[in-house]
């Protein structure tokens, strides 16, 4: 019998791995732990072929519990909650490079921490193994017990495929790195929730899906009565089910805006996924209002009541890998456990290339799964190397279809990430179905350039007009011209200072009283262009790129019951601001499009615009910052990727070229004032209440607060007395990734009250 700090140790059993629950006796078996985790991180794997190297990663990835040392400790702070401070990650990376999992290895050296520079991880594993060698030797001796069918050999269960390429190793390990640390997490909170299992979901029927998809689809469209453009979106959703019984790859769905490419996307998804056995469906869209309109369509398809849940909606989401989140914020962090996804390109794509695990538990998601990228021409041109190169792998590699769906299909083509990426149209004539719904006529008002307040009266001239601008400086400057002289709920505005809940409120009344003939003036920022279904007869779009342009003329005359078309007027506003990247995109726009140029619904022209942008923003370049994350991801430097290289001056690594879909981190921040009603409020703010005290904070309540929370740019944290009206709710601090409580001024039409200066690049 062993004494350590006070704990027997006499064999089997008597190892642990947690200390109990909060009201609970019962302690968490290291053997059972081990076992657990191994067993799900196979399961989640092994659709992409990693289920056996996942497997063994899960079984060694706390092995280093079981030196006597730990136990004392843990033991010891059982009372109290407090951390062990032990080593206990080194052991299981050193058996795991030993017998031949090599640099796959790096995920149980990360699944706390973050995946490491991978150049650097032998010297650190190093380091630490002799720091902690009387730690490594004690749990060491326990190993046979508690893995007796450990293999000498690990490094044959790697998959062949897997070694050549150093891109696709590198994805690999992100994959299985997702599948330990998701698996980790489920069962170590399974424990803690005094739960007998973990809850991990069933894999969905999507036949079932798909039939419910297409009964209520057909029941929906009854509904809305005939347009000239409703036989034209039929032959669409054919031409895209037809597709999906082709083999799983790349696919492309280029049809103009009002060609219903959510429904015709949703069913290629569905019926694609339930043809090949795929495990889920992600849509993933540029803005939140999509992210809102879309899950919405999809919930009102798919969920049934009673059941669980199909859709989920995620977006908007704390750093749960900050130090003063807590185990418990850790744990509630998403992880997409759902048959149909619905997020954002930053949450995939910054997921993707993440290291924490919080970020990275739903990256295992991927593979063998759907991915529909709407409105795919929003995707940040900086990036575009390192997400067009992960989308190729996930398809070539990992049994992933990706659906490209825009009006205005990128030339992702003319870039080498894609050069020899097979690729299936849904569409087989885009041309001509652009002429046959062409729906709109331009007219430009560029030279003499007027003022917002000449663009705000000109609408005012209007029965019923939209008003698409820049920033939200702009936004308002239009609202407020026009709330002095409008009658009630004529004027309204929409922008990212709102939360998404009144944000969907607006569109919803907006979309009544169009519906009724009745008048409405919208102005609002380019969240609106992108797959929004409002059907304006006019829309005055400031100037912007070209894909903008064209997105904002979605909005006008969208069923196309006008006889001679709707107008769509672009203006380059004299007083108007834009976000700093527009600058490049403009200019290449006035060489394409404008008064005796093309129209931006011309595709020839299009594709000009969009190789002459890649051109001018150097994107093949090896020190353009794609690139850069390229070379990276080669060497397999995960810190370089996430967090940027290191500064070899300062020491500390350049955020400024690590891979990010927007330039700046957002501070997420929660609005109970956007409720509904005064009831909706309270309980909003209790929820709050209970989230910042709970020792365990739940993923449901979490999820509750997302249709209430919008972003605030950095730059606003700056202005003097806002600090002081953000509450933190996970943490102590108000900072990048942080979830906080707005307890400040919100415009019931406006949202929060800020100078509208330091918002003016949020859009």
Same mark, same amino acid.
């Given at each position: 019998?062993i004494?350590?700090?006070?704990?027997?140790?006499?064999?089997?059993?008597?190892?642990?791995?947690?200390?109990?629950?909060?009201?609970?006796?019962? %302690?968490?078996?290291?053997?059972?732990?081990?076992?657990?985790?191994?067993?799900?991180?196979?399961r989640?794997?092994?659709?992409?072929?990693?289920?056996?190297?996942?497997?063994?990663?899960?079984?060694?990835?706390?092995?280093?519990?079981?030196?006597?040392?730990?136990?004392g400790?843990?033991?010891a702070?059982?009372?109290t909650?407090?951390?062990?401070?032990?080593?206990?990650?080194?052991?299981?990376?050193?058996?795991?490079?030993?017998?031949?999992?090599?640099?796959?290895?790096?995920?149980?050296?990360?699944?706390?921490?973050?995946?490491v520079?991978?150049? /650097?991880?032998?010297?650190?594993?190093?380091?630490?193994?002799?720091?902690?060698?009387?730690?490594?030797?004690?749990?060491?001796?326990?190993?046979?017990g508690?893995?007796?069918?450990?293999?000498?050999?690990?490094?044959?269960?790697v998959?062949?495929?897997?070694?050549?390429?150093?891109?696709?190793?590198?994805?690999?390990?992100?994959?299985?790195?997702?599948?330990?640390?998701? *698996?980790?997490? $489920?069962?170590?909170?399974?424990?803690?929730?005094g739960? /007998?299992?973990?809850?991990?979901?069933?894999?969905?029927?999507?036949?079932?899906?798909?039939?419910?998809?297409?009964?209520? +689809?057909?029941?929906?469209?009854?509904?809305r009565?005939?347009?000239?453009?409703?036989?034209?979106?039929?032959?669409?959703?054919?031409?895209?089910?037809?597709?999906?019984? +082709?083999?799983?790859?790349?696919?492309?769905?280029?049809?103009p805006?009002?060609a219903?490419?959510?429904?015709?996307?949703?069913?290629?998804?569905?019926?694609h996924?339930?043809?090949?056995?795929?495990?889920?469906?992600?849509?993933?869209?540029?803005? $939140?209002?999509?992210?809102? =309109?879309?899950a919405?369509?999809?919930?009102?398809?798919?969920?049934?009541?009673?059941?669980?849940?199909?859709?989920?909606?995620?977006?908007?989401?704390?750093?749960?890998?900050?130090?003063?989140?807590? #185990?418990?914020?850790?744990?509630?962090?998403?992880? %997409?456990?759902?048959?149909?996804?619905?997020?954002?390109?930053v949450?995939?794509f910054?997921?993707?290339?993440?290291?924490?695990?919080?970020?990275?538990?739903?990256?295992?998601?991927?593979?063998?799964?759907?991915?529909?990228?709407?409105?795919?021409?929003?995707?940040? &041109?900086?990036?575009?190397?390192?997400?067009?190169?992960?989308?190729?792998?996930?398809?070539?590699?990992?049994?992933?279809?990706?659906l490209l769906?825009?009006?205005?299909?990128?030339?992702?083509?003319?870039?080498?990430?894609?050069?020899?990426?097979?690729?299936?149209?849904?569409?087989?004539?885009?041309?001509?179905?652009?002429?046959?719904? +062409?729906?709109?006529?331009?007219e430009? =008002?560029?030279d003499?350039?007027?003022?917002?307040?000449?663009?705000?009266?000109?609408?005012?001239?209007?029965?019923?007009?939209?008003?698409?601008?820049?920033?939200?400086?702009?936004?308002?400057t239009?609202?407020?011209? %026009?709330?002095?002289?409008?009658?009630e +709920?004529?004027?309204?505005?929409?922008?990212?200072?709102?939360?998404?809940?009144?944000?969907?409120?607006?569109?919803?009344?907006?979309?009544?009283?169009?519906? #009724?003939?009745?008048?409405v003036?919208?102005?609002?920022?380019?969240?609106?262009e992108?797959?929004?279904?409002?059907?304006?007869?006019?829309?005055?779009?400031?100037?912007?790129?070209?894909?903008?342009?064209?997105?904002?003329?979605?909005?006008?005359?969208r069923?196309?019951?006008?006889?001679?078309?709707?107008?769509?007027?672009?203006?380059?506003?004299?007083?108007?601001?834009?976000?700093?990247?527009?600058?490049?995109?403009?200019?290449? /726009?006035?060489?394409?499009?404008?008064?005796?140029?093309a129209?931006?619904?011309?595709?020839? *022209?299009?594709?000009?615009?969009?190789?002459?942008?890649?051109?001018?923003?150097?994107?093949?370049?090896r020190?353009?910052?794609?690139?850069?994350?390229?070379?990276?991801?080669?060497?397999?430097?995960?810190?370089?990727?996430?967090?940027?290289?290191?500064?070899?001056?300062?020491?500390? #690594?350049?955020?400024?070229?690590?891979f990010?879909?927007?330039?700046?981190?957002?501070?997420?921040?929660?609005?109970? =004032?956007?409720?509904?009603?005064?009831?909706?409020?309270?309980?909003?703010? =209790?929820?709050?209440?209970?989230?910042? &005290?709970?020792?365990? #904070?739940?993923?449901?309540?979490?999820?509750?607060?997302?249709?209430?929370?919008?972003?605030?740019?950095?730059?606003?944290?700056?202005?003097?007395?806002?600090?002081?009206?953000?509450?933190?709710?996970?943490?102590t601090?108000?900072?990048?990734?942080?979830?906080?409580?707005?307890?400040?001024?919100?415009?019931?039409? /406006?949202?929060?009250?800020?100078?509208?200066?330091?918002?003016?690049?949020?859009?």
């Amino acid at each position: 019998m062993i004494f350590c700090g006070g704990l027997i140790v006499s064999g089997k059993g008597t190892l642990w791995a947690h200390s109990p629950a909060d009201g609970s006796g019962r %302690w968490h078996s290291l053997a059972e732990h081990l076992h657990g985790t191994a067993g799900l991180a196979r399961r989640f794997a092994a659709p992409f072929g990693g289920g056996e190297v996942a497997y063994w990663l899960g079984a060694l990835h706390d092995v280093g519990k079981a030196s006597c040392a730990w136990q004392g400790k843990l033991a010891a702070v059982a009372s109290t909650g407090g951390v062990v401070g032990i080593d206990h990650k080194s052991l299981g990376t050193r058996i795991a490079q030993e017998r031949g999992l090599g640099l796959f290895a790096g995920a149980i050296f990360g699944h706390h921490g973050g995946l490491v520079d991978t150049p /650097t991880l032998r010297a650190m594993l190093r380091q630490r193994l002799a720091a902690w060698s009387g730690e490594v030797m004690s749990a060491e001796r326990e190993l046979a017990g508690l893995l007796p069918d450990l293999p000498e050999d690990l490094g044959s269960l790697v998959p062949k495929g897997w070694r050549g390429d150093p891109l696709v190793g590198e994805m690999a390990l992100r994959l299985c790195y997702s599948a330990l640390v998701d *698996a980790d997490s $489920l069962d170590t909170g399974a424990h803690f929730q005094g739960l /007998t299992g973990p809850l991990v979901r069933a894999d969905a029927n999507f036949g079932h899906l798909y039939k419910v998809f297409e009964q209520r +689809r057909r029941e929906e469209l009854s509904g809305r009565g005939d347009s000239p453009v409703a036989g034209l979106r039929e032959r669409v959703y054919a031409d895209c089910l037809a597709a999906a019984e +082709r083999e799983p790859g790349m696919f492309r769905l280029g049809a103009p805006t009002g060609a219903g490419k959510t429904l015709a996307s949703g069913g290629f998804a569905l019926r694609h996924a339930e043809k090949h056995g795929l495990r889920r469906v992600i849509v993933a869209v540029p803005f $939140l209002t999509i992210t809102e =309109q879309n899950a919405a369509v999809y919930r009102r398809l798919l969920d049934e009541d009673g059941g669980e849940p199909v859709v989920l909606e995620h977006h908007s989401q704390a750093d749960f890998d900050d130090p003063d989140a807590g #185990r418990w914020a850790r744990l509630a962090a998403e992880n %997409w456990d759902a048959p149909f996804v619905v997020t954002t390109f930053v949450r995939l794509f910054e997921s993707l290339y993440a290291r924490k695990p919080s970020a990275m538990r739903r990256v295992h998601r991927l593979a063998n799964s759907v991915i529909v990228l709407d409105e795919v021409q929003a995707l940040p &041109h900086a990036m575009l190397a390192p997400i067009l190169d992960g989308l190729r792998l996930l398809v070539r590699h990992f049994g992933t279809t990706v659906l490209l769906s825009s009006a205005t299909q990128p030339s992702f083509w003319a870039l080498d990430e894609f050069k020899d990426v097979p690729c299936t149209d849904l569409i087989h004539d885009t041309p001509r179905l652009v002429s046959e719904l +062409r729906r709109v006529r331009y007219e430009w =008002q560029l030279d003499p350039q007027p003022t917002l307040a000449d663009v705000a009266d000109q609408a005012m001239g209007e029965r019923s007009a939209l008003v698409v601008v820049n920033t939200t400086a702009d936004a308002k400057t239009v609202f407020e011209r %026009w709330s002095d002289s409008e009658p009630e +709920r004529a004027a309204w505005h929409l922008s990212t200072r709102m939360c998404p809940d009144h944000r969907r409120r607006v569109l919803a009344q907006v979309r009544t009283r169009l519906d #009724r003939g009745e008048r409405v003036l919208l102005v609002a920022t380019q969240l609106i262009e992108a797959g929004v279904d409002v059907d304006f007869p006019v829309v005055f779009r400031a100037m912007a790129p070209a894909d903008s342009l064209l997105q904002a003329a979605g909005r006008a005359n969208r069923e196309g019951r006008m006889a001679h078309g709707g107008r769509v007027v672009v203006f380059a506003p004299q007083d108007g601001g834009q976000p700093p990247t527009y600058k490049t995109l403009v200019g290449c /726009t006035g060489r394409q499009f404008g008064p005796q140029k093309a129209d931006p619904d011309d595709v020839e *022209a299009l594709g000009r615009y969009y190789r002459n942008v890649y051109d001018m923003l150097n994107l093949a370049d090896r020190q353009h910052i794609g690139q850069r994350i390229q070379q990276a991801r080669q060497r397999w430097e995960f810190e370089s990727v996430a967090d940027g290289p290191m500064n070899a001056e300062t020491k500390q #690594r350049d955020r400024k070229l690590a891979f990010r879909m927007i330039d700046d981190d957002a501070v997420n921040v929660v609005t109970p =004032q956007g409720a509904e009603t005064p009831e909706l409020r309270g309980e909003l703010e =209790q929820l709050i209440v209970d989230l910042r &005290h709970a020792p365990i #904070r739940e993923l449901a309540k979490l999820r509750r607060l997302q249709p209430f929370t919008t972003n605030l740019h950095p730059s606003a944290l700056r202005q003097t007395g806002v600090m002081a009206l953000l509450r933190p709710i996970l943490g102590t601090e108000v900072r990048r990734g942080a979830l906080v409580e707005w307890i400040g001024e919100y415009d019931p039409a /406006t949202g929060i009250n800020l100078d509208p200066n330091l918002e003016q690049f949020v859009f």
